[in-house]
């Protein structure tokens, strides 16, 4: 087997708005793929069918931005993930903020996960 784009599939629709302090967010994603499995010595096409919903809200009080999202994804045939993600970004000054947060991981075929990440972002 040769492994092809031809006859793949995406698309996607999101929203985001503002008001306020507060931000809401929303996209949907499904896609279409076939993709090689079994390696070398066993190879098979099987499809890459996925859903994908995302929903996000912030909310923006002086330096501080609190945030919170939640992922939703479903592969036909292969496992589904839920992911959920809350965090907070500080303005420490013109262009610089220190960003932090915290996601748990459901996923049926890699496990359970907790993460935990901390940052700063520059821009110049």
């Known amino acids: 087997y ?4 031809k006859g793949d599939r995406e698309w996607n629709l999101g929203v985001d708005a503002t008001v306020g302090a ?6 949907y994603t499904d896609a279409n793929a076939g993709d ?18 995302v929903l996000g809200a912030d909310y923006t009080t002086g330096p501080f931005k609190l945030g919170a999202s939640y992922l939703n994804r479903d592969v036909d045939g292969a496992n589904n993930t839920d992911r959920y993600t809350a ?5 420490y000054g013109p262009g610089m ?4 947060s915290v996601a748990y991981r459901d996923d049926d075929s890699a496990g359970d996960a907790t993460t935990a990440t901390v940052g700063t972002q520059v821009n110049f």
């Open 87 to 91: 965090g907070v970004a500080y303005t």
């Open 36 to 53: 090689i499995a079994g390696g070398a010595t066993n190879p098979r096409l099987i499809s890459a069918d996925s859903q994908t919903w």
């Open 22 to 27: 507060f931000g809401l967010g929303a996209v």
């Open 2 to 5: 040769e492994a092809s784009t």
């Open 97 to 100: 903020t220190f960003r932090g």
